[in-house]
């Protein structure tokens, strides 16, 4: 267990928020797609695996001035590099047609298709809203 304490005593320097995902155990969180980028960048992540938890950190917003973020929804920035951020680029240009059919054919089901840079080797992942 970490005490929020603990997490900002380890925050990388130029790191702004606090990131936590939330799930059924620390098991299946551990397996995440989501957490694939934190790893590669070695940014910690909480896991909230208690039922209370989801409901806490949603009252709770922000701690000592650094915002709460859970990385399963949507809103989620992590500090690029320039070659990540033309590569990001790059990828959204050539997959804007492929975005616009999934949609297409998803219609409803979904909000929006986007080519985010959010897995590195998953091939997807869904997420939600930021206040959903």
Known sequence: MVSLNEYASRMKENQKSIYYITGESK?????????????RKAIEVLFMVDPIDEYSVSQLKDYEGKKLVCVTKEGLELEETPEEKKKKEVLKAANESLCKVMKDILGEKVEKVAVQMRVDDSPCCLVTNEYG
């Open 27 to 39: 098991q299946s969180v551990q397996k995440s797609s989501f957490l694939e980028k934190l790893r």
